[in-house]
């Protein structure tokens, strides 16, 4: 398995202690033996992978395309990429002042990353969709402005719309 932008690898530690054969790639990833400091661009690997995990990691690379070809050719046959992100561009002004984010501020904040459209139509031209499902993703967001629980409440009371997504596809 090929985790996409580990950070600081907790999700790949986790998938090793579950048994998996995991390899991290980051930039700024940790020392070790699972992870390659490098971006997915960069990375000089003949392994194939079973599967690859991006998670909140896809909206800052800056060659997207590149990297998503990268990452079709690390893949496996059949092999699957699951994407865990987000849609900065989807925030609604009034979501935004009903969970406390100043929405400009969030706008200039993000204006720099790719869009939720970019991400899943580049993923879309070179995967076989099998799922996908907008989620909750404020409570996940550093400013710590809405629980889980209470960002789902309001989903599900139709108050805010989610901006998460989660994208599954096949090779």
């Known amino acids: 398995m090929l985790e996409v932008g580990c950070g600081s690898g907790e999700l790949a530690q986790a998938l090793a202690e579950a048994d998996y054969a995991v390899l991290g790639v980051d ?23 079973d599967a690859v995990v991006a998670s909140r990691s896809l909206h800052h690379i800056s060659e997207l395309p590149l990297a ?11 092999g699957a990429v699951v994407v865990d992100d987000f849609g ?16 400009d501020e969030w706008r200039r904040e993000h204006a720099h990353l790719h869009t939720s459209h970019a991400m899943v139509t580049e993923l879309d031209r ?3 969709r099998r799922s996908f499902s907008w989620e909750p993703y404020l ?10 629980t ?9 108050e805010i719309r989610p901006i998460g997504f989660r994208y599954v596809g096949a090779r």
């Open 27 to 49: 930039p700024d990833a940790p020392h070790g033996p699972m992870f390659r400091r490098t971006t997915i661009e960069e990375l000089d690997q003949a392994e194939v992978f």
């Open 68 to 78: 998503l070809d990268k990452i079709a050719a690390l893949l496996r046959p059949e």
């Open 88 to 103: 900065w561009e989807l925030l609604h002004p009034h979501t935004a002042a009903r969970v406390g984010i100043a929405f």
């Open 126 to 128: 070179r995967f076989g």
């Open 139 to 148: 409570h996940r967001e550093a400013r710590r402005i809405v629980s889980e």
């Open 150 to 158: 209470r960002e789902r409440e309001l989903i599900e009371a139709g």
